[in-house]
């Protein structure tokens, strides 16, 4: 079975940086347009980042500036950088792609399990 799987998390202190990536395994594809959004306790999931199927990006405007997404589509890794952290950032951040399982089904939508970013001030 097809998964999607976040690394990179971890704690900083505020105006440091992290990069977090997701990485597509078992799945027959992943479509090009891809996610990034996170959630911190008590809230919503809130989208982030947005990486279309022509490259072009678009973000919240709360990172605008600061973060980057980017999807190396013959690895099947989608990025985020993540400068100049703020401790607003903190959250568990989650990919989401539309992805086509081998026995055919989808692509449908489909999250990471998550990736702590703790920024502490």
């Known amino acids: 079975q097809g998964q999607l799987v976040e690394s990179g998390g971890g704690s900083v202190q505020a105006g440091g940086s992290l990069n977090v990536s997701c990485v597509e395994s078992g799945f027959m594809y992943c479509n090009r347009n891809s996610d990034w959004y996170r959630q911190s306790p008590g809230q919503e999931r809130e989208f982030v980042a947005n990486?279309?199927?022509?490259?072009?990006?678009r973000y919240t405007d709360s990172v605008k500036g600061r973060f980057t997404i980017s999807l190396d589509n013959t690895q099947g890794i989608l990025y985020l950088v993540m400068n100049n952290l703020q401790p607003e950032d903190t959250a568990t951040y989650y990919c989401k792609r539309k992805c086509a399982t081998r026995n055919g089904d989808g692509p449908l939508p489909t999250w990471g399990q998550g990736t702590q970013v703790t920024v502490s001030s």
């Open positions: 990486v279309d199927m022509y490259g072009v990006t």
